[in-house]
């Protein structure tokens, strides 16, 4: 191999790697939302049901 596609095939890996830290962070930030969501729903109930 020269050395011009050694360094494309390093950037591709690199490129890659960065891909997949994306996708993990992101998946673990829709739970995250998910959870907040749900805990404000659950509050709101309880407001309403106190209310009455």
């Known amino acids: 191999m ?3 596609k050694l360094i494309m095939f390093g950037m591709l890996k ?3 790697l960065a ?3 994306g ?3 992101s998946l ?3 739970n995250t939302v998910r959870g907040i ?5 659950k509050a709101g109930e309880a407001i ?3 209310s009455k």
Do not use: M, T, W
């Not at 969501?37 to 729903?41: A, P």
């Open 2 to 4: 020269n050395p011009r």
């Open 14 to 16: 690199v490129a890659l």
């Open 19 to 21: 891909l997949a830290i």
């Open 23 to 25: 996708i993990v962070f």
């Open 28 to 30: 673990y930030g829709c």
């Open 37 to 41: 969501g749900q805990d404000l729903e």
């Open 48 to 50: 309403q049901k106190s």
